[in-house]
């Protein structure tokens, strides 16, 4: 009976840090492998009577469509900044966020780009206003110009972790 108290807790718990993950963007990679490690195991948990004893836990988090903690992160990040600029919610982080506007005239002035904010200090780096707008910028552009941008994030995140060489 202890072990499934233990077990139901480490779910809820890990379900929160699932939901707002985005919140450890640019933690250490000594943290994301401990997160990592509880994920594997609740993925055999969760898995655990339909695959063989031997498989491995890349192999069944991919059957569980579940994304990997750092592509969760960035993915979480990601759908925060699109639904601020479809739905205008959360608002106060709205005003955080600004498209990038070139000085002249630029073929990239209609790629939906975020200005970042120069900033001086590491910390500062990891701020919703500079992490946001850095990795939005790093998503393809037919992303960014989507209408269906939130369908095809996790496709993207997923292809980027499961199908790359």
């Given at each position: ?104 005239s630029l073929r990239s002035a209609n790629t939906n780009l975020l200005s970042v ?42 292809q980027q972790a499961y199908c790359s060489p």
């Amino acid at each position: 009976m202890p072990e499934c108290i233990f077990v139901s807790e480490l779910c809820c718990h890990f379900v929160l840090l699932y939901l707002f993950c985005y919140v450890l963007f640019g933690t250490t990679q000594k943290n994301i492998n401990r997160l990592q490690r509880v994920q594997n195991t609740l993925a055999r948990i969760v898995a655990g009577h339909v695959l063989p004893r031997g498989t491995h836990s890349f192999d069944i988090l991919q059957d569980l469509h579940w994304l990997p903690i750092d592509q969760r992160i960035e993915f979480r990040l990601a759908a925060l900044t699109y639904s601020i600029f479809t739905f205008s919610q959360p608002a106060y982080l709205r005003f955080l966020l600004n498209y990038h506007i070139p000085t002249r005239s630029l073929r990239s002035a209609n790629t939906n780009l975020l200005s970042v904010a120069r900033v001086c200090t590491t910390f500062a780096s990891l701020g919703f206003s500079i992490a946001a707008p850095t990795v939005w910028n790093s998503l393809p552009s037919s992303i960014r110009s989507s209408t269906s941008a939130g369908r095809l994030l996790k496709t993207h995140c997923f292809q980027q972790a499961y199908c790359s060489p």
